[in-house]
């Protein structure tokens, strides 16, 4: 089982719309959970930190369910600008960062 | 704030050639640095952790005398690739941590595309 697994897409997705990803992580004493974006041919980028209580950051809401190991990141509104891949990358204390291999997420104008 | 830059941004070189790719932190210092490989249509894998004056810790699998790495101060690490063949080709794309916030996070260098002919 992979340490941080996601459904690699692609998601197709209309203007406007609400889209979800989850993720799930493999060690129950992980630390730190982000979101980073990805562009083709580019490095990733933090979109946000997830927190305990979840935390939103305008459209971009990411949820940490510690009892059933998974983060969430919910994006309304989206925009054509939002089309990327979206990684998933847990710390599990390590000070490592261990990345998912990303969900690519197309939107249609 | 918070920037990473990596020099140069891609490298074309025939096989048997050692490459350098230089990674450096411009606003901030980073004790810890990291150096990653992504291939294509796939996720980031940690090749070694670079530590300001003292060795790299290299993950398994990962030749550290293939792969030389120098931190030689708290701005700038480097990456050889030293006798690069044609499966050496890939997107090698550096971090600094910034540390001292409630989330220590990393900052990722554009990356350097290396193609090995």
């Known amino acids: 089982r992979k340490e941080v697994e996601q459904d690699p897409g692609p998601f197709n997705v209309p203007e406007g719309a609400t889209v979800a990803f989850n993720c799930t992580y493999s060690?129950?004493?992980?630390?730190?959970f982000f979101w980073y974006r990805q562009d083709c041919r580019k490095e990733p980028k933090l979109l946000m930190s997830v927190y305990s209580s979840g935390n939103e950051d305008g459209r971009f809401t990411a949820q940490l369910n510690r009892a059933s190991q998974y983060i969430s990141l919910l994006i309304r509104d989206s925009k054509l600008s939002d089309s990327a891949t979206y990684l998933c990358v847990v710390n599990f204390g390590n000070e490592k960062l261990t990345f998912g291999t990303g969900t690519r997420l197309t939107i249609i104008p | 704030g918070a920037v990473v830059s990596q020099h140069p941004s891609w490298v074309i070189c025939k096989s048997g050639t050692s490459v350098k790719i230089e990674c450096r932190s411009l606003?901030?210092?980073?004790?810890?640095m990291f150096w990653y490989r992504q291939f294509p249509k796939q996720s980031l894998m940690l090749m070694a952790t670079?530590?300001?004056?003292?060795?790299?810790?290299?993950e398994q699998g990962v030749e550290k005398d293939k792969f030389l790495i120098n931190h030689a101060s708290l701005t700038l690490s480097t990456l050889t690739v030293t006798s690069a063949h044609p499966e050496d080709s890939s997107f090698y794309i550096c971090?600094?941590?910034?540390?001292?916030?409630?989330?220590?996070?990393?900052?990722f260098g554009p990356g350097t595309r290396l193609l090995v002919l």
């Open positions: 670079s530590n300001e004056g003292s060795k790299a810790t290299y």
């Open positions: 606003d901030f210092q980073a004790t810890t």
């Open positions: 971090s600094a941590r910034l540390e001292g916030h409630f989330q220590e996070t990393q900052y």
């Open positions: 060690n129950s004493a992980s630390q730190s």
